[in-house]
């Protein structure tokens, strides 16, 4: 046995003597109110008697009925009040109390801590990043409004990693408010002489102060948080508007859209063109690109569904002109027309924050109660030398194309490079793809991105992983060539154009966020909290790609209800945004979809889990359509059906991974799913089918025995 073994097993016996002392004596019986009125009198004069005994024994007695978690707090510190008076009631009864919880923190920690931390390390690294932040502002909270049980402060408080100094002097001062009322209420108990005593003006004071002291701690915390940046500026005396919102993209739109439904008046700024990049750079044009191309790839595969002699010839001006005309179709969605008649007031222009309560746009001051900043994100250009000296493209600019690149390099292999580089091969364009990285789409499973790379270089798409971009030269002979490094080797890659594809950077600059003060994360993005709001002005609201965590049009749209929720309600009701079950897909052909955890992030965050697999070579959908072959990947508590995660690689799997982001969403099992009608045939086949696989792996064993010797018999 070792030593630390040892010692907590002393500890528990320890504790366990003590306790069985407790109930043994039947001390319970002197922790009472009316215990307390009984003795108030002898109690008194005993201490008059024996000051310095009674107050040592008094703070024994108090240390450990805190440190053991002991009902009878709140009559110990009334009798602190009775017995000594407010001033030396308090000193006692704070330090007291603090030793005491500091102690009941130590002796969670020391039984508890290593387990929690080891089994849900996934959960508490999050805690423990909470609490390295602001552990010492979230213990005063909890110990200045007292609705939580002390000792479960204490036990919760022990298994984070708050600093045990910390603790014993926040929960000091946190506590002292309350001790100051409770030990003042035990002054006027002592005073009682009968019950018509209970109702003397001082005594329903003091309960009064009790009574109201919580909701005025947290007002006052509230306040004086919220209010440090704020009162800076002066507040005007009305408002234009409920909500003005910076930016017409996808969290703009929707923030606008529900505040102007629920009768908000809101304002709505966009300097560009309304929808932002989705519509008009981003999801929408990639994807009727995307749409081009394997419509292309399919007369390449024309023998193999029963044509002769296909011919087809590919005009990329018009397919770039179709793309175009899918973005002037959905342009009424998002448009200023359609905005207008909803009742939001639309501006085009640049905005500018004059203060936390007045934008200006167009030479027009907006005065309003909230701003909302969805200034979205830019592509992440590198300043590699001589990029700047050669023309090249990004997300943005991809689209004023109309001659196909004869050889195209695209420069990072995340999904946007991915989608484009696969459409540009299909068309024609020779792709080199160079990621710096050992795999391309190196957030997901390894075997999805070996997946998707062999489809690629089957394709002809040159896939250069483990290639770090060095520089851009043109030679004597105006050829522009990218310069790389790969395991100490320099390659030169000629090429005619160039797509920056490297992620995107947050808009955060050049509108007044930075003049007042607000933070920006080590990775360019918006700090805000769970809420929504920036971390220094109480009425300032983010949402979508300007802030993160998850750049895609669909959360920027869950975000935005948040935040127009929350800006319009604050202060009486406010939300927490949710991200436990945040889907996504890279549109590649095959697409790979995913929600929840896959294995590489379970492996990392050191989360017990199963791992069930289904071949989608075998669903008889796939199979006629000429599309058999991916996957299905389910993650799930061992032992449970619980689903943890799901990645799902092949055709049309954005589509069919939704009734997984709806199982996660409801706390549905696989045997919901198992037990679920699915038409067939269908893509969605799939999920049943990797719910069966799940369910065969874990059926009940014995049962089976059994159910085999039954029927065995029933044949006899």
């Known amino acids: 046995m070792s030593k630390k073994i040892g010692g907590r097993l002393s500890l528990v016996a320890f504790l366990c003597l003590l306790f069985v002392a407790y109930r043994w004596f039947d001390l319970g019986q002197y922790l009472s109110l009316e215990s307390l009125k009984v003795h108030q009198a002898s109690l008194h004069s005993f201490y008059l008697e024996h000051p310095g005994i009674v107050a040592v024994i008094f703070a024994i007695v108090y240390v450990l009925s805190t440190a053991l978690s002991l009902p009878g707090a709140t ?48 959960k508490i690294t999050k805690v423990n990043q909470g609490i390295k932040k602001e552990g010492a502002f979230y213990l005063l909270t909890l110990r200045l409004v007292p609705i939580f049980p002390f000792f479960l402060i204490n036990l919760v408080m022990g298994l984070t990693s708050i600093r045990t100094m910390t603790y014993f002097f926040v929960s ?27 109702l003397s003006p001082e005594l329903l004071f003091s309960f009064s102060l009790i009574g109201i002291l919580p909701l005025l701690s947290k007002w006052a915390l509230e306040f004086y948080r919220s209010g440090k940046y704020i009162r800076k500026y002066k507040r ?135 701003i909302v900043v969805a200034t979205g994100a830019s592509p992440l250009v590198p300043p590699l030398p001589g990029l700047s000296e050669v023309p090249y493209l990004t997300s943005d600019t991809l689209w004023n194309l109309r001659t196909l690149p004869r050889r195209l390099v695209v420069l990072g292999g995340g999904p946007i490079g991915c989608e484009l580089a696969q459409s540009f091969a299909r068309f024609g364009s020779q792709v080199s793809l160079v990621e710096m990285a050992p795999r391309i789409l190196n957030r997901e499973d390894e075997e999805v991105s070996s997946f998707v790379t062999e489809k690629f270089r089957n394709e002809g798409v040159s896939v250069l992983v483990g290639h770090k971009a060095l520089s851009f030269e043109t030679t004597g002979k105006n050829e522009r060539v990218l310069v790389c490094e790969s395991l100490g080797r320099e390659l030169r890659i000629p090429f005619d154009e160039v797509l920056i594809a490297l992620g995107r950077k947050a808009n955060v600059k050049g509108f007044g966020l930075e003049e007042l003060g607000v933070e920006i994360s ?89 791992v069930t697999r289904y071949g989608i070579e075998d669903l008889d959908r796939a199979i006629a359509e000429g599309e058999a072959h991916g996957f299905v990947k389910l993650l799930t508590s061992p032992g449970s059906d619980r689903i943890l995660g799901a990645t799902i690689l092949g055709s049309h799997a954005g589509e069919i991974i939704a009734e997984y982001v709806a199982a996660m969403k409801h706390g549905l099992g696989l045997n919901k799913i198992l037990g679920t009608i699915h038409i067939y045939p269908t893509f969605a086949e799939a999920n049943k089918y990797a719910a069966g696989v799940w369910k065969r792996a874990n059926a009940p064993q014995k049962a089976l025995e059994f159910l085999s010797k039954y029927h065995k018999w029933r044949r006899s």
């Open 522 to 610: 080590s990775g360019g993005t918006v700090v805000a909290d769970q809420h929504l709001r920036v971390t220094n002005y109480p009425n300032i609201y983010v949402v979508g790609d300007v802030t993160g965590p998850y750049q895609f049009t669909h959360t920027a749209s869950h975000q935005a209800w948040y935040v127009a929720v929350n800006a319009l309600f604050s202060p009486f009701k406010k939300y927490k945004v949710d991200y436990r079950v945040i889907p996504w897909c890279t549109f590649t052909d095959p697409e790979v979809a995913r929600v929840g955890l896959n294995e590489m992030e379970a492996k990392e965050k050191g989360i017990a889990y199963e």
């Open 236 to 370: 005007p005396k009305s408002f234009d508007f409920n909500m003005v919102v910076i930016g017409g993209g996808s969290g703009g739109l929707v923030s606008a859209y529900i505040a102007a439904a629920i009768k908000a008046k809101v304002a709505l700024i966009e300097k560009h063109k309304m929808g932002g990049d989705c519509l008009n750079t981003g999801c929408v044009p990639s994807k009727a690109l995307i749409r081009s191309a394997k419509i292309f790839s399919y007369f390449e595969r024309a023998i193999e569904f029963g044509f002769e002699n296909p011919s087809v010839k590919m005009d990329f001006s018009k397919v770039m002109d179709r793309v175009q005309k899918i973005i002037k179709e959905i342009e009424p969605h998002d448009s200023i027309e359609r905005y207008s008649k909803m009742g939001v007031e639309c501006f085009q222009g640049t905005a500018k924050i004059l203060s936390p309560y007045e934008v200006e746009v167009n030479g027009k001051i907006l005065r309003t109660k909230n």
């Open 75 to 122: 009559i110990l510190t009334l009798a602190g009040g009775a017995i000594f008076g407010l001033g030396l009631g308090v000193a006692l009864v704070s330090f007291s109390s603090t030793l005491g919880a500091t102690l009941a923190f130590l002796a969670s920690r020391f039984f508890l801590r290593d387990l929690i931390q080891d089994k849900f390390k996934d």
């Open 172 to 198: 000091q001062i946190g506590m002292l408010p309350g001790t100051i009322v409770y030990v003042n209420a035990g002054t006027q108990l002592a005073k009682i002489d009968s019950l018509n005593g209970i």
